[in-house]
């Protein structure tokens, strides 16, 4: 079962910049569509945006031009570098693996916190 592990979260003021990373264990990765989704408190979980296995990306409107997804597959890594960032973008961000029907994995999640 793949294992994601998240990292750079971290406290920020509004306007500034974060990069999220995010660490599987899987050699199948390559096969994987990621994506990173976040949770604010009393609100449910949203996706931010999806990246698919050939590079196809997604993005939420209320991210789109400020947020960037990527992924490296021959490190297994997924990116989420945020620009701009908003006070409402304050969340627990996560990210997932998806491989209909066999992977639907999520990771443990780490805070993001804008804010003056």
């Known amino acids: 079962q793949v294992q994601l592990v998240e990292s750079g979260g971290g406290e920020v003021q509004p306007g500034g910049s974060l990069r999220l990373s995010c660490a599987a264990s899987?050699?199948?990765?390559?096969?994987?569509?990621m994506g990173w989704h976040r949770q604010a408190p009393g609100k449910e979980r949203e996706l931010v945006a999806s990246i698919t296995s050939d590079g196809l990306t997604y993005y939420a409107d209320s991210v789109k031009g400020r947020f960037t997804i990527s992924r490296e597959n021959d490190k297994k890594m997924v990116y989420l570098q945020m620009n701009s960032l908003k006070p409402e973008d304050t969340a627990v961000y996560f990210c997932k693996a998806s491989w209909p029907p066999i992977v639907d994995r999520w990771g443990q999640g780490t805070q993001v916190t804008v804010s003056s």
């Open positions: 899987d050699s199948a990765f390559r096969l994987y569509a």
